[in-house]
């Protein structure tokens, strides 16, 4: 017979028992239970996927000119759907709307998600990822719902569908991985700390971008490459729980020599809000950090723009701070 889990073992009931007052209202506990109602709405659908035809292309085009996979839809709308419910949301901003989501005006929360990261994973049932970033409104009243830093937000998340696994940051209380158990809770929270010792650190890019990189960067990874161990899933939220587990860095750099100028991304590919915000959130609860293509914290980036991009160096602080030195050098990137 399974071992019986207790409250205090699952999210609420460790909520429950933080020490950090916005992290254990009901308001904020109200909203995490949407978040995670909607992650294992979206794993049912993502697990029978197949069966049901859902992994192809939807027919549209998302606002950056991405086609969008029936599955991204699904794990859309079931997101909303939840967030509505929780009545706790003042606006989304999310990867599959080109304009920010009004939700309740009397709300408590922003909410910044990727739905379904990854989707080039789709066709294969392969690992993706549910990704979220939280800030809260400005209780005194000077709100003006203006786009939060990183730095801003009091939570960020992401489940590696379909592993089962949930790994939570909450601000200045660390970052906590739970497993989903046979009753489909979310239980047994470990801290996560990202591993200091090099032994089992790995890196994680695209290689096949490497020569798009700028020098600096492909003179880095040559003279570091050969030292770890080397992975790459292609979904920045299955990459970056192994990163967290293993350390090391996962990167994704600005492509600035592409021999079609017009593929260079001098911006970075990734989401600023819903994905680089959200994994270097998780990363520097868990002790580590990351910066952009300038060298500069991602979680002190002001977004002008819900999808502004940034290029991404996330992971252990040696390697970060390493990288960073080259960056730092380069000309900076015009914003
Ligand atoms: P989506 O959210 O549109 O899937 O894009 C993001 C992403 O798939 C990340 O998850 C992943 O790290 C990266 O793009 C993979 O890009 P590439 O295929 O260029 O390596």
């Not at 460790?14 to 254990?24: A, S």
């Not at 800030?135 to 730095?151: P, V």
């Not at 989903?180 to 090099?198: K, S």
């Amino acid at each position: 017979m399974p071992e019986k889990i207790q409250f205090e073992e699952t999210v609420m009931g460790f909520l429950l028992n933080h020490q950090e007052r916005h992290h254990r209202t009901h308001h904020f506990l109200i909203l995490m239970d949407a978040l995670i109602s909607a992650a294992k709405h979206i794993e049912h659908y993502y697990l029978t996927g197949t069966l049901k035809g859902n992994v192809g292309l939807s027919g549209s085009v998302n606002v950056h000119g991405e086609d969008v996979m029936q599955m991204d839809q699904i794990a859309q709308e079931i997101t909303i759907h939840y967030l509505r419910a929780s009545g706790r949301v003042i606006h989304a901003i999310s990867e599959e709307s080109d304009k920010i989501i009004p939700i309740n005006p009397d709300g408590r929360y922003f909410v910044y998600f990727d739905p379904l990261d990854g989707s080039s994973n789709v066709p294969h049932s392969l690992p993706v990822g549910f990704m979220f970033g939280v800030a809260k409104k400005d209780l005194d009243d000077r709100e003006d719902n203006h786009l939060r830093a990183g730095k801003e937000y009091i939570a960020a998340g992401m489940f590696v569908i379909p592993t089962g696994t949930f790994t939570l940051a909450l601000k200045d209380a660390g970052t906590w991985r739970f497993h989903i158990d046979e009753t489909m809770e979310f239980v047994r929270p470990t801290q996560m700390m990202i591993p200091e010792n090099p032994k089992s650190w790995e890196l994680s890019f695209n290689s096949a971008n490497r020569y798009t990189y700028s020098e600096r960067v492909q003179t880095w990874i040559e003279q570091n490459e050969t030292k770890y161990a080397f992975r790459y899933i292609g979904a920045l939220a299955a990459d970056f729980h192994r990163t967290i587990s293993n350390g090391g860095m996962f990167m994704y750099p600005a492509i600035v020599n592409h021999p079609d100028p017009r593929r260079n991304r001098p911006q970075g590919k990734l989401r600023l809000m819903y994905e680089a915000a959200v994994v270097s959130f998780i990363c520097q609860e868990a002790g580590g950090s990351a910066v952009d293509e300038t060298g500069i914290p991602v979680l002190d980036i002001q977004p002008k723009d819900p999808h502004q991009r940034s290029a991404l160096y996330v992971g252990s602080k040696p390697l970060v701070d390493s990288i960073t030195q080259v960056l730092m050098l380069a000309k900076p990137v015009v914003r």
